[in-house]
C-alpha cells in the first residue's frame, strides 16, 4: 500500500469512496480518502453494488472505543471484509473470532507462553534466523528483493515454535498469502473466491491432520494447545485446529509487511536511518514508528451488539463496523505531524498491534523479532537505495509491499560479520 501524504483541499468524493476494493491497495492510495473521511465522515457507511453495507470508522479514539468494547461491538461473527456478511464459522471456537468470557479463557493461558518474558529465551535463535534468512543475502552485493525474503521470516520463527516441520514451511506461507491476497495476480490459483476457499481448505486440512498427529505436551505452541485448559475443559478438536489457523496467519501474513515498509520509510528519510546507525539503542522506537507508518494490518471489524450511537451516528444491530488501523494511526488529533517519520516519537501509542481484548498475542514475539532484525541491520548496512519497481499486495486486509528490489551499502567490518554468521551461525549481539 502507498504511503503519502494528504495534500489540503484534494477533492475526495465521499459518495464514490470505495474502501472495499483490494486494488485501492496495489496501485491506488488510501491515504487522502482516509484523510477526508476523519475530517468530513469519521463515521462513514459504505454499500456494495450486491447491497451489503459497512462502517468505516477512521479516527483513533473511535477506533480504540470499537476494539474495546465487546459488549457493544462483538467479533463473533467475523473481523475482516473478506466475510462480510457470512456468519463467520469460527465464530466462538477461534480466540480471535471470540469474545469474553470464551475470548478471556483461551487467551490467559496463551498469554503465558506468548509473553514477552517466556519468549525472550529464543532471542539467540530468532538473531540466527535473521542472519541465515534475511542478511545473508547481503553477501550476494547485487540486488535483493528484501520484500521476497521477508515474507518466508516469520514462518522460521513461528514454525519452530509452534513445532511445524521446515519442508512444510514455503506452502504455508504461501497458503497465508493466498488467504489474506486472493485476488493478487501473484498468489491467484483460480479465481479470487476460489483462491480463497482453496487456501482455506488446504490449511485447515494441515492443521486437522498435523493436530490428530501431534503427540501433545508443552514442547512447541501446538502440543500447548492439546493440552490447554480453557474455561474447565480442554479444547475441543475444531477448536485447536482454528487458533493454530489464527496463530499463522497473524505472524505470516504482518511481520513481513512491517519489514519491507519501515526499510523503505528508512530509505526515503536517510536522516532518520543516521540517526539509526549513530545511536542503535533507538532501534525500538524506530521498530514502532515503523509500525504505526505501516500499519500491517489494515482493518479489522466488528458487528454491532444492539441499537446504538457512535460519535452521533445511529447503528443498527447487526451492522458491519470496520476499523481502519492505518487512518487511526495517523489522526491529527493524537499524533503531532502524523505524516512526519519520526524514530523518536513519544508517545507512540500507536494502534498497529489493535486495541483492548484482543490486543496482539504475538506482539511481543514480533517486537522481539523486529528489534533483533533492526538491530542486525544497522550493524551492518551504511545506506539502502531503492534499485527497481515497487509493487504493493492487492488485498484491503494486509498493507504490505510484496517488491522492494534494492542494493546496500555495508558497513566497514560488516562482510567479515555476515560471513562469520551464515556460516556458523553465531552472532555476538
Ligand atoms: C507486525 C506484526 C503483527 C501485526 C501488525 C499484528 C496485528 C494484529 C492486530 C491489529 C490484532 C487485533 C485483532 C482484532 O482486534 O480483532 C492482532 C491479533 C492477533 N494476532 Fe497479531 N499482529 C502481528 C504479529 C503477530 C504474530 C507474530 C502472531 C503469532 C505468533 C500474531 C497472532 C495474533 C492472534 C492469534 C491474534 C488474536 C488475538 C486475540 O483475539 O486475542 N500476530 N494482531
Not at 496501485?27 to 463515521?43: E, F, K, N, S
Not at 541491520?377 to 499486495?393: K, S, W
Request: with cysteine; charged share 25%; hydrophobic share 40%.
Amino acid at each position: 500500500m502507498r504511503i503519502s501524504v494528504p495534500v489540503e483541499g484534494q477533492e475526495i468524493d465521499l459518495d464514490t469512496v470505495d474502501l472495499f476494493d483490494p486494488r485501492l491497495y496495489a496501485t491506488g492510495d488510501p491515504h487522502p480518502v482516509w484523510h477526508a473521511l476523519r475530517q468530513r465522515a469519521p463515521i462513514h457507511r459504505q454499500t456494495l453494488p450486491d447491497g451489503r453495507s459497512f462502517w468505516s470508522v477512521t479516527k483513533y479514539h473511535d477506533v480504540n472505543d470499537v476494539l474495546r468494547d465487546h459488549t457493544r461491538f462483538t467479533s463473533t461473527k467475523g473481523t475482516l471484509l473478506s466475510i462480510l456478511g457470512a456468519q463467520d464459522p469460527a465464530g466462538g471456537k477461534m480466540m480471535a473470532a471470540s469474545d469474553p468470557p470464551t475470548h478471556t479463557a483461551m487467551r490467559e493461558p496463551l498469554m503465558k507462553v506468548m509473553s514477552h518474558r517466556a519468549l525472550k529465551d529464543r532471542q539467540p535463535q530468532i538473531r540466527r534466523i535473521v542472519h541465515r534468512r534475511m542478511l545473508s543475502h547481503l553477501l550476494d552485493g547485487g540486488v535483493w528483493d528484501i520484500a521476497t525474503t521477508a515474507a518466508d521470516f516469520p514462518m522460521a520463527f513461528t514454525g519452530s515454535l509452534m513445532g511445524l516441520p521446515e519442508r512444510d514451511w514455503p506452502r504455508l506461507t504461501k497458503l497465508t498469502t493466498m488467504a489474506v491476497a486472493p485476488t493478487d495476480s501473484e498468489f491467484q490459483e483460480g479465481s479470487g473466491h476460489g483462491t480463497l476457499v482453496a487456501a482455506h481448505h488446504e490449511l485447515f486440512d494441515y492443521f486437522s491432520r498435523f493436530v490428530r498427529r501431534h503427540p501433545g505436551g508443552d514442547d512447541d505452541l501446538v502440543g500447548f494447545l492439546t493440552g490447554m485448559e480453557a474455561g474447565g475443559r480442554r479444547l475441543r478438536h475444531d477448536e485447536i485446529v482454528y487458533n493454530c489457523y489464527s496463530l499463522l496467519l497473524g505472524a505470516n501474513v504482518t511481520t513481513p509487511h512491517a519489514i519491507a515498509s519501515t526499510v523503505l520509510a528508512l530509505i526515503e528519510h536517510p536522516d532518520e536511518y543516521r540517526r539509526l546507525l549513530a545511536d542503535p539503542s533507538l532501534v525500538p522506537g524506530a521498530v514502532d514508528e515503523g509500525l504505526r507508518w505501516s500499519s500491517p494490518a489494515n482493518h479489522f471489524m466488528r458487528y454491532a451488539v444492539h441499537d446504538l450511537e457512535l460519535r452521533g451516528v445511529s447503528i443498527k444491530q447487526g451492522d458491519a463496523l470496520v476499523t481502519w488501523l492505518g487512518s487511526a494511526n495517523r489522526d491529527e488529533d493524537v499524533f503531532p505531524d502524523p505524516y512526519r517519520f519520526d524514530i523518536t516519537r513519544r508517545p507512540n501509542r500507536h494502534v498497529a498491534f489493535g486495541f483492548g481484548p484482543h490486543y496482539c498475542i504475538g506482539a511481543p514475539l514480533a517486537k522481539i523479532a523486529l528489534n533483533l532484525l533492526f538491530e542486525e541491520i544497522t550493524r551492518v548496512v551504511e545506506r539502502f537505495e531503492v534499485a527497481g519497481p515497487i509493487e504493493h499486495l492487492e488485498s484491503n486486509f494486509v498493507a504490505g509491499i510484496k517488491h522492494l528490489p534494492l542494493t546496500a551499502r555495508l558497513r566497514d567490518g560488516a562482510e567479515e560479520l555476515l560471513r562469520d554468521a551464515a556460516r556458523d551461525g553465531l552472532v555476538e549481539a
